[in-house]
């Protein structure tokens, strides 16, 4: 399975996407592209809609304390619904599909997911710390909402000027 990042400002990520019904072997081959395809780029959280596909599919690998992203950690998560968020905290966000800029979003600090693993079982999560806030940002993408659509008037515009020129020279040197 050949998988391309979609990147801002494609309009295909601002599609919904929908669940999944199907615990079948394409999307085994979707979560084992997934992850391939975000451990190349360095990420630590992708969604289907950042590879084209509008399931509500997603998968995180949050590094440990030293950093390392073992396969141990990696978390898969179908059709999640937060059911509970709570307080609020600030962090610099990224986004494999936004690339090169990172902004202070500000999110609930503590939340609970029910979701679904790859095999259909349903299962439930409390959250807090960078895990939270990983969920809250993927779970968005799920919507068609990207971490730059938090920002305020005024660094939203600055964030639009500065991903354009870019832009402009990422085709300069091609
Ligand atoms: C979402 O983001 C996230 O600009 C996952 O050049 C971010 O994996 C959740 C990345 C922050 C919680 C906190 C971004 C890689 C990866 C880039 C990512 C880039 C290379 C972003
Ligand atoms: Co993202």
Redesign the pocket.
């Known amino acids: 399975m050949k998988l391309n990042i979609v990147e801002y400002p494609d309009k295909r990520l601002r599609e919904k996407s929908s669940k999944v019904e199907r615990f079948d072997a394409d999307l085994y081959k979707l979560l084992d592209a997934m992850y391939d395809m975000?451990m190349s780029?360095?990420?630590?959280?992708?969604a289907a809609i950042q590879v084209a596909i509008a399931k509500e599919v997603l998968i995180l690998s949050i590094p440990d304390e030293e950093g390392e992203q073992s396969k141990d950690n990696l978390m898969e998560i179908i059709n999640p619904v937060i059911t509970y968020k709570n307080g609020d905290t600030t962090?610099?966000?990224?986004?494999?599909s936004?690339?090169?800029?990172?902004e202070d979003i500000k999110r609930f600090d503590t939340i609970s997911l029910s979701y679904q693993d790859r095999d259909g079982n349903s299962k439930n999560l409390n959250a807090e710390g960078?895990l939270s806030?990983?969920i809250q940002?993927?779970c968005d993408h799920l919507n068609g909402i990207l971490?730059i659509d938090k920002l305020s008037y005024s660094r939203r515009k600055k964030f639009e000027k500065e991903y354009k020129k870019a832009q402009k020279e990422k085709k300069n040197s091609k």
Do not use: T
């Open positions: 975000m780029s360095n990420g630590i959280g992708l962090y610099q966000e990224g986004c494999l936004v690339p090169g800029f990172y960078l806030i990983a940002h993927e971490f």
